[in-house]
């Protein structure tokens, strides 16, 4: 059975995002909206966990949220995939159950 | 597949209500359909038809009023939250004694049982919030 996450806050204020990448099953998807998109680049001080953490599940960031905040796809770590809002309501069908980290 | 959506936060305190409309419309363009959004702790302050934003704002309350009157969703607000908050529709007027109500067109008031039974009936239940 396999879960997609939700994390809409940026890591550096708060630590849903380091929590939820620490407690997700093996073969989960995450995936990172609103300021959570900031997780998913390059050179910061989270960029190694995150790295890490694409081992054991796949990372997706909402692309309408990341065009907001004029973050490049080409800032962004490798393997991580850019999805619209129907990418995000289909990774919503793709998995069982949707466990958001407020 | 059948969709319940949470909304936990006001329409111009934090993005969840603009992140949750646009996913409504993905998922109904998808051709899903959406069983009910029920507006929890501050989410209940999108159900006030009072709101007057900038005219080159969005208007968060309207775009929910009319995606509802269009595709027929049920929009529903807690009651003890909006209670709390001051959103109220006529019934709740009447019952508290208060001098007017201000619910948005498309939104009800109702209990957590209606939450309860969008999380039993849904395939699935996709929460927004802070």
Redesign the interface.
Known sequence: MSTLHTVNKSPFDRPSLQTCLRLAGKGNAVLLFEDGVYGAMQGTAVADTVKEALGNVSIYVLGPDLKARGVGEDKLIDGIKVVDYKGFVDLTVENDKVNAWL | ?K?GIQV?EGPYT???SV?AL??V???L??G?EIFRVFFYHDGVNNGTRLTTPPQDDINIVQSWSELAEKHNIDLVVCVAAAQRRGIVDEGEQERNGKDANNIAPGFRISGLGQLIEAGIQCD???????
Do not use: Q, T, Y
């Open positions: 597949m969709f936990n934090h993005e969840a992140s646009n996913f419309k993905a998922a363009d998808a899903h699935r239940l996709v929460v927004f919030g802070d």
